[in-house]
């Protein structure tokens, strides 16, 4: 067919072209927006994971041994795991400073609130920018509420934490301003362990505290400095907090061996010690949501849990419930627990509920990290 004579189509103008191309830059913006809003990592309302919870821009941790993801490493103390066999099931079979053979509870929060895989030490030499702003654990090994308690082990006390938390402020705000930098503090998940060291450590074997308090003035002075803890987290920024209660503690290896008699059994005494100080921790939490405004402290129950996965190995494919991996599993931990104990540790850790004398295995964590996350996910949101 003939087309001379005939004018060109419209679309082929150059005006029509560039509209055309104006269009088509618009469309992939908008499906660039759209992808971001859908998958990115940011906080914006209505930002969903996959697993259609509200996303959050980080995960902030403090704390004692198990959630210390090597803060210890940079620290003078002798609480400290830097070494095989610790990390052994880690990425690498790297000793990292986690108190177990691979991943710790901060990692598993982390991940199960969509941030990150790894939560990493505050006070990693290699940390990054990126690393900061979704979130850090300034957690130290052997610290408790009580002051005492991380004087004796030369850990980081809940105060010097905090401190190191806001210098962390000081850096995300020179990183991104501070809008964003107050929205990240504003709307970050933060996770608090702790009071374990305090009950086993300073009060039952540190003779001091015992000439000083009973079990009830003991416990007493472990809320309040906890309390002054949460309200002072508040004063920063931090809106909601899950603060995991004390783990029966009385059941762990280490305190079997040293007060469970002949046969090991639990040490009733720091069970009951626990059950006292839990049961005014969530008292005193409660206290606090009403008078702080704003305010979404969660208290998350792991003792009873924990006791009966302790009493109940089997229920979950474990086999042993009342020993370590490492060594004998009676009485290592951190410096006892090292290459000289290689004989005589399990080759499988999977069938272990702890893996030394005091912390659990990587998969006890996941098991009792999972179940606390999706019995208490509803109230972080």
Wanted: proline residues 6%.
């Amino acid at each position: 067919m003939r087309t001379e004579g005939y004018p060109k189509p419209s679309f082929l103008s150059p005006y029509s072209s560039s509209i055309v191309v104006r269009i088509l830059i618009l469309i992939t913006i908008c499906i660039e927006i759209l992808i971001s809003f859908l998958g990115g990592k940011s906080s914006a309302a209505g930002a969903l994971q996959s697993n259609g919870s509200p996303r959050v821009p980080a995960v902030i941790v403090f704390g004692d041994s198990i959630v210390d993801p090597g803060n210890n490493n940079n620290i003078k103390t002798l609480v400290k795991c830097n070494f095989p066999p610790y990390g052994r099931d880690f990425t690498g079979g790297k000793p990292t400073g986690r108190f177990s053979n691979g991943r710790v509870p901060s990692d598993f929060l982390a991940e199960l609130f969509g941030v990150k895989e790894y939560l990493p030490a505050y006070l990693d030499p290699n940390l990054k920018t990126e690393d900061l702003l979704t979130g850090v654990s300034f957690a130290s090994g052997a610290t408790g509420y009580d002051p005492l308690t991380p004087q004796i082990a030369s850990a980081l006390s809940m105060s010097e934490q905090l401190k190191l938390f806001k210098e962390y402020v000081g850096k995300i705000t020179a990183a991104v301003g501070e809008e964003q930098a107050a929205t990240i503090v504003t709307e970050s998940i933060y996770i608090i362990v702790c009071g374990s060291d305090d009950i086993a450590n300073t009060y039952f074997i540190t003779p001091f505290r015992k000439a000083q308090y009973d079990v009830p003035s003991y416990t007493d002075l472990m809320v309040d400095s906890a309390s002054s803890f949460f309200k002072e987290l508040y004063g920063q920024g931090a809106r909601t907090i899950g603060v995991i209660s004390v783990p029966p503690i009385g059941c762990v290896p280490s305190q079997r061996t040293l007060s469970g008699g002949l046969e090991r059994g639990c040490s009733e005494k720091a069970n009951q010690a626990a059950q006292l100080f839990n049961s005014k921790l969530s008292a005193r939490i409660d206290a606090l949501n009403a008078q702080l405004p704003g305010s979404r402290l969660i208290y998350l129950d792991i003792y009873s849990p924990f006791l009966d996965l302790i009493r109940n190995p089997s229920k979950d494919g474990f086999e042993v419930g009342n020993r370590g991996c490492c060594g004998t599993g009676n009485i290592e931990v951190s410096v006892l627990c090292t290459r000289l104990s290689d004989p005589k540790t399990c080759k499988d850790d999977t069938k272990f509920v702890f893996w030394d004398s005091y912390h659990p295995t990587e998969r006890a964590y996941k098991i009792l990290t999972t179940r606390t996350y999706n019995k208490y996910k509803s109230m972080f949101y």
